[in-house]
C-alpha cells in the first residue's frame, strides 16, 4: 500500500514481462519490481496532484513507439496475449508513463541547464562516444503489401516494381514519383533495415540497386553517397551531450526527490521477495 492505494501480486507480475518499460530498465527480480512499483506509485501521485493531462496525441504517439518494436503489427498483439495484457491494460500503463514524463519535466528538466563548459569538459573525457557511423545518403520509393494480398495482387505488385525500375534505370527521376519516395539526409547504416543494408553495403555511389524484396512490401534504392564512420566534433557532439547532461541532472534531482518521497509517505509492504 503506497498512501492508501494498493499494488497487487499481479501488478508486480506485469511489471516483470512488461512491454511498456524501457528494455534497459527491465527489473531483475520482483524485489526490484516492486521497488520501481512503489516509486512510480510516488510519482504518479504527484502527477495527478500536479494535474498532469494526457491527450490524444501523446497516447498515439506512445503505443506506435511500442508498435514499431516489433517486426510486424500483429506482433504486439501475439506478445499481449503471450503476457495475458489486454489492449486496456497497456493504454493503461502508456498513460501512467506519460503522466510521469510530463510531472518530471515539469517539477525538474525545465528548471535544470548545462553550460557549454560542462559539455565540452564531457566531450573531452568521453570522446570514444562520438563516433560518427558509416552513413548513406539514399533515394529510396517503397511499394507496400498488404498482409491479405492474394497472388494475383502480389503479382501486379511485383510487375508494377518492375516496370518502375526499368524506367529508372533508363534515366527516370526519382522525383517522378514524389508520392511515394523518400529523400533524406545521411542516415546511419545501422538505422537500416538489415536487408536494405545489406544490399546497400554492395553499392556504389550513383548506383540504382535491384528492388529488394521484404514481407512488407518493396524497395527501390539509390545510393546518392557514403560517409565513412569518423571521430564527431564538439560542435557535431554538442547537442546530444546536453541531453545527456541534462539527464544525468534529472535523474539526481529525481532520486533525492523519491527519497524524501519514501520517507514522508504511507509505504505498508505485506510481502517480501527472496528472489535478488
Known amino acids: 500500500m503506497v498512501n492508501g492505494e494498493a499494488i ?3 501488478i508486480v507480475e506485469n511489471e516483470m514481462n512488461a512491454i511498456w518499460v524501457d528494455p534497459q530498465k527491465v527489473p531483475r527480480s520482483r524485489q526490484d519490481a516492486l521497488q520501481n512499483l512503489i516509486d512510480h506509485k510516488l510519482m504518479l501521485q504527484e502527477a495527478i496532484r500536479t494535474g498532469v493531462t494526457v491527450s490524444e496525441e501523446s497516447l498515439s504517439t506512445e503505443l506506435a513507439k511500442v508498435i514499431s518494436s516489433f517486426p510486424t503489427p500483429d506482433g504486439l498483439f501475439q506478445a499481449l496475449l503471450r503476457r495475458g495484457i489486454t489492449q486496456e491494460d497497456l493504454e493503461k500503463n502508456l498513460i501512467e508513463v506519460i503522466m510521469v514524463k510530463e510531472m518530471i519535466d515539469l517539477k525538474f528538466r525545465r528548471f535544470l541547464e ?3 563548459g560542462e559539455a565540452s569538459v ?6 570514444a562516444e562520438f563516433v ?5 545518403h539514399l533515394n529510396q520509393l517503397f511499394f507496400p503489401l498488404t498482409s491479405d494480398a492474394d497472388e494475383a495482387e502480389k ?9 518502375v525500375f526499368r524506367k529508372l534505370s533508363n534515366g527516370a527521376s526519382f522525383s517522378d514519383y514524389a508520392n511515394n519516395t523518400g529523400k533524406a539526409d545521411y542516415i546511419p547504416v545501422n538505422q537500416l533495415i538489415p536487408i536494405v543494408a545489406e544490399a546497400v553495403s554492395r553499392m556504389k555511389a550513383g548506383e540504382i540497386g535491384n528492388p529488394i524484396e521484404t514481407p512488407a512490401g518493396y524497395f527501390i534504392i539509390k545510393l546518392n553517397d557514403r560517409r565513412s564512420a569518423r571521430q564527431a566534433s564538439f560542435d557535431e557532439a554538442k547537442e546530444d551531450i546536453k541531453k545527456i547532461l541534462l539527464q544525468q541532472k534529472t535523474e539526481a534531482e529525481l532520486a533525492e526527490w523519491l527519497k524524501r518521497r519514501r520517507e514522508a509517505a504511507n509505504i505498508i509492504v505485506k510481502v517480501r521477495f527472496n528472489d535478488q
Do not use: G
Open 8 to 10: 497487487t501480486l499481479s
Open 122 to 127: 564531457y566531450f573531452e573525457q568521453n570522446k
Open 132 to 136: 560518427m557511423p558509416e552513413a548513406v
Open 114 to 116: 548545462v553550460s557549454a
Open 155 to 163: 503479382a501486379a505488385l511485383r510487375e508494377k516494381v518492375a516496370d
